[in-house]
């Protein structure tokens, strides 16, 4: 394997949590756009005019339900399934499961849901921003340590919600927020380059 595979250091780094007793458990909200396609040329508009949570206008129902049948016969739990704020784009959100599992479900996820847009005459972007002057997509992650079972983020005083743990575990991703953000910068430098042409 690759070391510097992300999965290879995702799971290096659960295995270290896993030797100290802990399971890291993550729940993903993954957003992406549907955007149409002319003649086989992808376009970067939206593929309805819906909002967040629109029922009446929300031209992708069909497509959310089909990518969610799709996941669950893959035994991939979805939890959520809705249109977000921007016109042409949607949320799906899985159940919370281990990080490794949660990782290799989003990749399956992506396949899934670019293969079902092709399928309806669309193209599916995860980009984070495919169209200028509108809401941008993400993907949230809900994090949470278990031990024994229990959740180590649950305080087992009353009176605050938050473990120590848990205030630590925040703490630590606010200090290396910075070094991700130095990770990050040289891909977005790039992808800008590329498209400057």
């Given amino acids: 394997l690759y070391p510097g595979s ?6 290096k ?8 007793g802990y399971t890291l458990n993550v729940g993903p909200e993954l957003e992406f756009f549907l955007v149409r396609k002319t003649n086989g040329k992808i376009e970067a508009l ?22 969610t049948e799709a996941l669950q016969e893959m035994n991939i739990e979805v939890e959520a399934l809705h249109h977000e704020v921007a016109a ?35 193209h599916a972007t995860f980009m984070p921003k495919p169209i200028a002057g509108i809401n941008g ?7 949470s340590l278990f031990k024994d079972g229990k959740n180590a983020f649950q305080s087992a005083s009353g ?24 990770v990050l910068n040289p891909t977005v430098n790039s992808y800008k380059r ?3 042409g």
């Fill in 159 to 182: 009176s605050q919600p938050l473990s120590d743990l848990a205030l630590a575990w925040i703490g630590g991703l606010l200090q290396h927020a910075r070094a991700m953000t130095a």
């Fill in 46 to 67: 939206p593929h309805d005019t819906a909002g967040y949570f629109d029922q009446s206008t929300d031209m992708g129902t069909t497509i959310r339900q089909e990518i």
């Fill in 88 to 122: 042409g784009q949607h949320e799906i959100d899985f159940r919370y499961n281990d990080a490794l599992t949660v990782a290799d479900h989003a990749m399956t996820f992506k396949f899934v849901v670019k293969s079902i847009a092709h399928r309806h005459g669309l």
């Fill in 13 to 20: 780094q659960v295995k270290k949590l896993e030797a100290e």
């Fill in 6 to 11: 992300p999965r290879t250091v995702l799971r």
């Fill in 194 to 196: 590329l498209v400057k």
């Fill in 137 to 143: 997509s993400g993907m949230h992650v809900h994090q």
